[in-house]
């Protein structure tokens, strides 16, 4: 069974310094991996995505993520915090090998509250 | 514009009066799925869709029902609910090409209470 975790309920940063949210995964086969933001009372908006190939992938509002095979982890990163970047964020996963349908399983980790303190 | 709709934004009803949540795609989306989200639980998957006429259980089916009788709909089910299926509901539709490497797109939520 896949499985994602995000060992952080919340992460508090200033604005103006890095930031990082914490994901690890477990799949059988090789994974594609998502990441969702949620602001509050709005459904959820993709950020980026790990496919294959080049393991730090760039997403949307300066958002990176760094995928690490070895350590079954994809770290959500910024260089620099926004108040504005306070939100719920989730880590997902697809096991891409699976066979039959069950590809379309995807499961998300439990979801980490940023807050971006002025 | 592109989007996922869901209807009711909001629902109130009691144990047992059998109910369906409305989701409709206008991106032509071969892939639907819906989830619910509960505090410390995150999302979790409830049903998905790989095609019309195509559904599979998430993680979670227990108590729902789906049908995916055209493309752009894939309405939710409950056939007699109970008060632990009081929860925010999501529906998302992605394209299926390429194994699922596609990200999802999501509707607004209907948030559920049976009482």
């Known amino acids: 069974a896949q499985s994602v975790a995000q060992p952080e309920d919340q992460v508090n940063v200033a604005e103006g310094n890095p930031l990082t949210v914490k994901c690890t995964y477990s799949?059988?086969?090789?994974?594609?991996l998502f990441w969702y933001v949620q602001y509050p009372n709005r459904g959820l908006q993709f950020l980026l995505k790990?496919?294959?190939?080049?393991?730090l992938v760039k997403g949307s509002y300066g958002f990176e993520a760094e995928f690490n095979k070895s350590q079954t982890s994809f770290h959500l990163k910024k260089p620099s915090a926004l108040v504005s970047d306070s939100a719920l964020y989730f880590c997902?996963?697809?096991?891409?090998?699976?066979?039959?349908?069950?590809?379309?399983?995807?499961?998300f980790g439990q979801g980490t509250i940023l807050t971006v303190h002025p | 514009e592109a989007q996922v709709t869901q209807n009711p934004r909001y629902l109130i009803t009691v144990t047992g009066k059998k109910l369906t949540v409305t989701c409709s795609q206008n991106?032509?989306?071969?892939?639907m799925s819906w989830y619910r989200q509960d505090p410390g639980l995150g999302l979790r998957q409830i049903y998905y869709?790989?095609?019309?006429?195509?559904?599979d259980k998430g993680d979670v089916p227990e108590g729902y029902k789906v049908s995916r009788k055209e493309k752009r709909n894939f309405p939710l089910i409950l056939e007699s609910p109970s008060p632990n299926q009081t929860s925010l509901y999501f529906c998302?539709?992605?394209?299926?090409?390429?194994?699922?490497?596609?990200?999802?797109?999501f509707g607004p939520g209907t948030r559920l209470t049976v009482t």
């Open positions: 991106m032509n989306h071969e892939y």
């Open positions: 790990y496919i294959t190939g080049d393991n």
């Open positions: 869709s790989m095609n019309v006429e195509v559904t």
């Open positions: 997902a996963v697809r096991d891409r090998d699976a066979g039959g349908t069950s590809y379309g399983k995807l499961t």
């Open positions: 799949v059988s086969g090789n994974p594609y």
């Open positions: 998302a539709s992605s394209l299926l090409a390429g194994g699922g490497r596609y990200e999802q797109y």
